[in-house]
């Protein structure tokens, strides 16, 4: 996965848009900033794999408009699906833009399964049933697009990490 910038430059393409990360970590802070998404980005950077997270986001900008943009210029997005990931409104409008950009650009979608269960993702049930239950009444015009985000990203073979 890391290659250097003449490599990205060379993989553009109408279908392209231009790489600028090998990798986006789509993650819920609360759940795993500090324990395993720490370990996976020093991992990542470690192997050379320019990763982007929220924490690498310029101070002044406007959170949305530049994460959608850093989704869009990366190869690839690992999803770490967490027990509170779909109790945050950006986690999942990023799921959203993930998958949009899978289906656009060919971006590979890497699903982590932490401590949640792979069908809980798939069906939104457990402690995914439990956000929606919050969002069916004042989010229903994006309620079906987070749905079916989950259904996909949760059909595609991961990782389950049960324990540690």
Known sequence: MASTSA??????SPSNPGWTHDVFLSFRGEDTRYNFT?????????KGITTFRDDKLPR???IAPELL???????????VFSKTYAHSRWCLDELA?????????????LPIFYHVDPSDVRKQTG???EAFTRYEENWKN???CWREALTEAGN????HVKEG
């Open 60 to 62: 002044g900008e406007k």
């Open 69 to 79: 943009k850093a989704i869009e210029k990366s190869r690839s997005s690992i999803v």
């Open 142 to 144: 994006k309620v079906q």
């Open 7 to 12: 490599q990205m430059e060379s993989d553009s």
């Open 38 to 46: 720490d370990h996976l980005y020093n991992a990542l950077d470690g």
């Open 97 to 109: 833009k993930i998958m949009e950009c899978s289906r656009k650009y060919g971006q590979i979608v």
């Open 156 to 159: 595609i073979s991961g990782w």
């Open 127 to 129: 402690s995914f049933e």
